[in-house]
């Protein structure tokens, strides 16, 4: 049967979204968002003051000091990363795998996105000799390598990457003369803060690095686009901003207003805020510990989940199991587990990964409950996992993943 546009499988017109929270916003929250409502005037392309002074504080209180003059912000991450690839001009380096919204904005500009493998530990950043290596190569065959994206909190694979790792890549990308974007997005997500370092690019090379963050990622809902990027703080800095800021112009890519005023106020962490994040990090770890576990049971393969709402399965011991259901790919491991999960499960291949790699993304807020009020009593009970709803979404995740199980021990050797 011939698959349509419809389905959903086209390389940019199916771009899995961030792995939303699932949860109710909180009511302080949509109380600011309903009281800028009546906002007629939009806001100025790159952020208006309030906006970027809340941004400066918040990185503040991460260590990375910065001016509102070099902020900029707009409706959603990708924008502002298109901007800034626009922008600083040449090709881009992403490391295997990746955030799926990397690849697109990159194609769109006609730009390769020249893919960088990651080491054993850890994905979002690439090893770094692979990374000179692969600079090396596009540079001799007349390539352009300017930029490389990376997250240290990293979609799709949730691991964290170690400070000597991220020292060792940040260190070759100085010496290979790339501008570096960090995407922090996931950076408020981790799930034992006392028990891991993250370390911000930023922190080691800052007249290299440019900060950037999706407020969806932990401060605001899927449905309210907003992101800031921080910009280095030099005569090089400025003139990039600059130039992002006629990019953003030409696109006319500004936050909404109402959606602005709840950034701002996000972006300050307000206490009922600061508590809502963490509780919710709390019940998506407990969930993707519980996930990851019935999947490495399985014979699966899985990095434990460190940050995010989500896990990242390699299910290539699995393999014989899954080509007896006709499952020989990522495209065909997506249907597959789409339809028996009852719930989305993005290829690796929508991450820059083999299409013949069997690997999938799953995440953790569909286990949380069909209705708002089942996913509003998961943040409120101190035993989630005991909840029916609960129990009946990762019993289906057990179920499936011990079929495949069972059915690779009675696969004939080949």
Do not use: N
Request: aromatic share 4%; charged share 20%; net charge negative.
């Amino acid at each position: 049967m011939r698959r349509t546009a419809t389905e959903g499988h086209g390389p940019v017109r199916y771009g899995p979204p961030l792995p939303g929270d699932g949860l109710p916003v909180p009511p302080e929250l949509s109380a600011v968002l309903a009281a800028a409502a009546s906002r007629t005037a939009g806001e100025p392309v790159g952020g208006g003051p309030a906006l970027r002074e809340a941004a400066c504080g918040y990185w503040a209180r991460r260590g990375l000091s910065c001016e509102p003059a070099a902020v900029a912000a707009a409706p959603g991450a990708p924008a502002l990363l298109l901007a800034l690839t626009a922008a600083l001009g040449g090709d881009v380096l992403v490391p295997r795998p990746c955030a799926a919204w990397w690849g697109p904005y990159a194609r769109l500009l006609g730009r390769p996105a020249f893919h960088v493998p990651t080491p054993a530990e850890c994905g979002g950043v690439p090893d770094p000799y692979a990374l000179l290596e692969t600079v090396r190569r596009v540079r001799a065959e007349g390539g352009d390598p300017r930029l490389l994206v990376l997250s240290v909190a990293d979609d799709p694979t949730a691991t964290v990457a170690p400070p000597e790792l991220l020292h060792e890549t940040v260190e070759a990308a100085a010496a290979a003369g790339l501008h570096l974007a960090s995407d922090e997005t996931w950076r408020d997500t981790l799930h034992e803060p006392r028990d891991t370092v993250l370390l911000s690019p930023a922190e080691m090379l800052p007249e290299r690095v440019t900060v950037v963050t999706d407020l969806t990622g932990a401060l605001l809902p899927a449905g309210w686009p907003a992101a800031v990027a921080r910009f280095p703080a030099s005569a090089a800095g400025d003139g990039l901003h600059a130039r992002v800021l006629d990019v953003l112009t030409a696109l006319d890519a500004r936050v909404a207003a109402p959606v602005a005023a709840a950034a701002g106020y996000a972006l300050a962490e307000p206490e009922p805020l600061t508590e809502h994040r963490a509780a919710a990090v709390r019940l998506h770890a407990r969930v993707a510990a519980a996930a990851h576990a019935t999947v490495v049971a399985a014979g699966a393969l899985a990095r434990p989940p460190r940050a995010g709402r989500h896990l990242y399965a390699d299910l290539a011991p699995l393999r014989g199991a899954l080509a007896a259901r006709g499952v020989g790919d990522a495209q065909d491991l997506e249907d597959f587990l789409t339809g028996r999960l009852g719930m989305p499960a993005p290829g690796g291949h929508r991450f820059g990964d083999d299409l013949g790699a069997l690997r999938v993304r799953l995440s953790t807020s569909p286990l949380l409950g069909g209705t708002e009020d089942e996913r509003a009593a998961c943040l409120s009970s101190p035993a989630p996992l005991e909840l029916p709803q609960v129990q009946r979404a990762l019993i289906t995740v057990k179920s499936v993943f011990d079929d495949l199980r069972d059915a690779q021990r009675w696969e004939p050797p080949r």
